[in-house]
Nanobody, 128 residues
């Protein structure tokens, strides 16, 4: 059974930090690109970051570049999103996702349609 479970969300003041975790099981996720998306109230879900299967290459949305860091530990079947210098506009439900397609070279999957498996989401609220 495929399962992605996010954790680590919560309430934090602006300028603070949180680390989200996503534990995956049931498939060979170690060979998948893993990504984070978020959805703010009244808005569409948007891409945040993605990391290739070997953890060596990652890509970020402009809105989080320099503040967020994605990483993964395939031995622990976990992907992380370290979020620093948080802003109120980062408030959203954050979703972990797995993409089983093969993406070579410098192409990074950033579309929802490119991801096959999704977690249930974890709420991040940043107060001003």
């Amino acid at each position: 059974q495929v399962q992605l479970v996010e954790s680590g969300g919560g309430l934090v003041q602006a300028g603070g930090s949180l680390r989200l975790s996503c534990a995956y099981s049931g498939r060979t996720f170690s060979t998948y690109s893993m990504g984070w998306f978020r959805q703010a109230p009244g808005k569409e879900r948007e891409f945040v970051s993605t990391i290739k299967w070997n953890g060596g290459n990652s890509y970020y949305a402009d809105s989080v570049k320099g503040r967020f860091t994605i990483s993964r530990d395939n031995a622990k079947n976990t992907v992380y999103l370290q979020m620093n210098s948080l802003k109120p506009e980062d408030t959203a439900v954050y979703y972990c996702a797995g993409a089983r397609g093969y993406y070579s070279g410098t192409y990074y999957p950033s579309l929802e349609s490119e991801y096959d498996y999704w977690g249930q989401g974890t709420q991040v609220t940043v107060s001003s």
